[in-house]
Every structure is written in structure tokens, then in C-alpha cells.
């Protein structure tokens, strides 16, 4: 699995996280954890339903739960070249899948859905949503991003692009 790469560069960003180790609840869902977009590849890619598109990286931490908080940040190119930076500024929600130990991964891998509100160096605001299929998904989940800015259809990368890239938690 193409995961397996993302150790190395999850060790680094281990490094990232300044979100310190608390209790976690036994399914993972209020546990600090340290995400990545563009995991093993380049960037991840999300559609808009008008043909544009996003394609982002970045990485970070966030604590999920109550009052949990988020760190971090990254790139980002729209369609038509745009090119930016945008920055994590809130967790609205986590929920794990649980960790990616059966797939063979490290047991501190994790799938799950993080939905982060995020600011853009255009001004832009919005939620970024990260989805990781490793552990146990829901049918129907695919591995990716979306990020809904603002309104508006040209604002709304809901599509995710299969093998566009992918994203991986872990559990710190």
C-alpha cells in the first residue's frame, strides 16, 4: 500500500506537532493527532461540480474533542493559477476509523475525517475536510480532501479526485 511511504515522512512531521498528548476516549475521536495532506504524494486534488479544481499539501496538528484545536497549514493552486498558502485555524470535527494496524501500518496510523476551518492567503475562508481510509471507514468514503469556500458552486471542491494523492492521521 502506498501508505507505507508516509512513515518516513510522518516521522518528520512529528516533529510539526505542538498539540500535546492527552486522555483520548477508546474509540480515538477526542485524541491529539497529527495530520497530512499530499501524504506519499505531491498534493491532494478536490473538483468543483463547474470542472474547477484545488490541489493542496500541507501538514499539521489538531486535537480532537471538545475545545480541541488545530496547527499547521500549507500550499494550494487553483485552476486557472492561482497559488497560495492557507492555514488550519480550527478543528469543527474528528471522527476515526481506528488505526491502520490491519492494513499492515504502524499502529499509530489512523483513518478517520477531520473537517478543519481554514483561511486562505486570498482571504478565503472555509472548511477543509480530510479523509483517510485506513482502519475501519464507513462504505462509500474515498481517501482525499474537500474544501467548501465561501458560496457559490466555483467555491465548493466537493468531488475528490481518485489517486489524486492521499492523507494519513497519526495518533500521537
Known amino acids: 500500500m502506498r501508505k507505507l511511504a508516509a512513515f518516513g515522512i510522518s516521522l518528520a512531521a512529528l516533529g510539526l506537532s505542538t498539540t500535546p498528548a492527552m486522555a483520548a476516549d477508546a474509540n480515538g475521536n477526542h485524541a491529539a493527532y497529527v495530520w497530512l495532506v499530499g501524504a506519499t504524494t505531491p498534493s491532494d486534488t478536490a473538483t468543483a461540480p463547474d470542472g474547477s479544481t484545488i490541489t493542496m499539501t500541507g ?48 499502529a499509530s496510523f489512523f483513518g478517520g475525517e477531520a473537517k478543519l476551518s481554514v483561511s486562505l492567503s486570498n482571504g478565503q475562508t472555509g472548511v477543509l475536510t480530510i479523509i483517510c481510509v485506513l482502519g475501519s471507514p464507513p462504505a462509500g468514503k474515498m481517501e482525499g480532501i474537500q474544501l467548501v469556500l465561501g458560496s457559490g458552486v466555483s467555491g465548493e471542491y466537493t468531488q475528490q479526485v481518485p489517486e489524486s494523492g492521499n492523507t494519513v492521521f497519526i495518533k500521537s
Not at 493559477?81 to 471522527?95: K, L, Q, R, S
Open 59 to 106: 501538514a499539521g496538528s489538531l486535537m480532537a474533542g471538545p475545545g480541541g484545536t488545530a496547527t499547521g497549514g500549507g500550499t494550494y493552486m487553483k485552476s486557472g493559477g492561482e497559488t497560495g498558502t492557507w492555514t488550519a485555524t480550527a478543528v469543527d470535527g474528528f471522527v476515526s476509523y481506528g488505526s491502520g494496524a490491519a492494513q499492515g501500518l504502524p
